[in-house]
């Protein structure tokens, strides 16, 4: 009686010792800790689903133009994106989301960059990296070269595609070819419109290996209706403008997305409007949920 009262005990004191050895381990690492943890269970409660996504739109992060903004600042939006709970997610990935009105499980939010700034590729792309955060990256050709005296080469671009990073079509000569310009020609006006989406397509996929160009961004969200449907008898799946409005998979989709500048001048209070595009993100959907269940 007394030997088997003995092992109860022994066996009991073994399990503690075990338990607070695993604890102290766990609080040791905590995203260990985090990782171990159960999910919590649904409570009787709808699951939360989101329908809108915000696509921010960067340009020059050296905070010296009207467009850009500092490093510093451009560090903490992507802090704050990861302090909300909002997941990254890549432009494709949204297309195809709102291509088939499906809601999303979290909260999501897509990150371009526009033009050919060298900081974009020395700066932005390696804070990405870090962060292990998608993007993609619209240039314009004209002035990408093998050895540039300013701007991103074309060996800055293929490292980026190599990297994982979307290469994408933001026209030729970046201005406004959204109509005619005055005493243009209709057939100047037709050689210029190719130059502008087919020749940089072309261009970008022959510096590029393996690229596909799919998706165009407006030169300052410059489009037109006549426009917009060249583009798409040209191939291109999507096309992007400088709009603040999410995106809304919930509703009829569009071949053309909005998106939100992040930018020091031209707005009142630019933090304030990226913490409401934070707030697009964060709100779940409040319509019927057959969008998610496909």
Known sequence: MRATKFLYSSSALLLCLLATLAFRDLMSDPERASSAAPEPRESGAARAYYNRVPILLFHNVDGSGPYS?????FQRHLDEIRAAGIRVISLKQLYEHARENRLFSRPSIVITID??????VRVAAPLLREYDYPATFFFYTKDIMDDP???ASWADLNRLYREGFDIQNHSYSHTPFHEPRGGENAADYERRVRREIIHSRETLEKNIPGLKVWTFAYPFGYKSAALQQKLLDAGYALTLTTDARPVD????????FDRYTIQRFYVRDPDALFRR?????????SGQRQLAER
Do not use: H, K, M
């Open 149 to 151: 005296r300013w701007g």
């Open 277 to 285: 595009q934070l707030e697009y993100a964060l709100t779940p959907y």
């Open 69 to 73: 903004i500092s490093r510093e600042s």
């Open 249 to 256: 998979v919930s509703q009829p989709f569009r071949p053309s």
């Open 115 to 120: 033009d050919d700034f060298e900081n974009i």
